[in-house]
């Protein structure tokens, strides 16, 4: 059996490959949030999803509105998946990050060419599986997105905190239409009592009053219009807007960690909630160069901690003199 390296693949690796996206794993958690949605049909299955792939690694975003699963891996557990799916193929980590993107775009883009690749999903107990069948290099490529429940403060991140900045952003929007509709009926007023009239009686309308019109709405427009369904029309028509409050959200953030507001923390056990089944194989190539850093850390402050007790005991001193 003869193994294919992925040459064409490698070389977009390691030159002119730009996914969406920055470099690290946290600006990989806001390329996310970025992220619109996208609306799937896979078989009887309808989900809800977004992906953000870069050099270092993938998150996905899965739902089917009554759960939410994500996943979120770097290199390593991309190199390590790669050799247990594909050990026909060698090829760079960033090589089947590149080829993932590829597979991805077309299917969460909605493009009119559509892709390639297979897709299904399989959920077992609290888990869902995302298979992909595609080909690399001439070569059957096989991958497995497994996905767990998403923390509830990546629920809140993604879905929660953004729906309610749109819910206000849109009642603004309507406080600032009757607004405008009420300037627009007195500018009709000053029309009308300088003797103006309308060439055409079918353009006339009656002035604007806004506690009969939420009533009139809420009795024959709101049940078509809070039907959710599948989550379909959520992705077709509100995306913009939720990206542009997701965008907010993000700057809010930053200002948090600038001003070392503690809001910020709250998002850290969160990435360590999500991957700690991915990330355990990982653990012990991590601590290893740490272990001689603690070592030396007490021992630099071992000094300094000493003197400003030397300095109590000389302020002491007066401090009994006087008493």
């Not at 996905?60 to 390593?76: A, G, K, Y």
């Not at 379909?232 to 507001?261: C, D, W």
Request: aromatic share 6%; glycine share 6%.
């Amino acid at each position: 059996m003869k193994i294919r390296t992925a040459k064409a693949f490698v070389a977009r690796a390691n030159g002119n490959w730009t996914p969406g996206g920055t470099p690290g794993m946290e600006e990989l958690e806001q390329g996310l949030l970025m992220q619109p949605w996208a609306w799937l049909q896979l078989a009887e299955n309808s989900l809800l999803a977004k992906a953000c792939i870069t050099k270092q690694g993938y998150a996905l975003l899965v739902s089917d509105l009554q759960q939410v699963w994500h996943e979120q891996v770097d290199t390593s557990v991309v190199s390590q998946r790669a050799k247990e799916l594909n050990k026909r193929l060698t090829a760079p980590p960033a090589a089947f990050l590149c080829h993932l993107d590829d597979l991805l775009r077309p299917l969460l883009k909605d493009t009119a060419c559509p892709g390639k690749a297979t897709f299904s999903c399989e959920r077992v107990a609290e888990a869902l599986t995302l298979r992909v069948r595609s080909e690399l290099s001439g070569l059957p490529f096989y991958w497995n997105f497994h996905c767990i429940l998403a923390s509830p403060s990546l629920v809140s991140q993604h879905l929660i905190r953004p729906l309610m900045g749109m819910s206000l952003a849109l009642q603004c929007q309507v406080r600032e239409l009757a607004t405008l509709l009420h300037m627009k009926d007195l500018e009709i007023q000053d029309y009308q009592e300088s003797g103006a009239t309308l060439s055409r009686d079918r353009l006339k309308t009656e002035p604007f009053e806004e506690n009969s019109f939420m009533e009139q709405f809420m009795v024959e427009k709101l049940p078509e219009a809070c039907s959710v369904g599948d989550g379909r029309p959520f992705v077709m028509n509100l995306q913009s807007l939720y990206m542009a409050v997701a965008r907010q959200e993000i700057q809010v953030g930053q200002k948090h960690q600038g001003t070392g507001a503690p809001q910020t923390s709250s998002s850290a056990p969160s990435q360590g909630t999500d991957s700690q089944l991915l990330n355990q194989p990982e653990e012990p190539v991590s601590l290893a160069p740490s272990l001689p850093e603690p070592e030396k850390e007490p021992t630099v402050p071992s000094s300094p901690v000493q003197r400003p007790q030397l300095l109590k005991v000389k302020r002491k001193k007066p401090r009994g003199l006087f008493s």
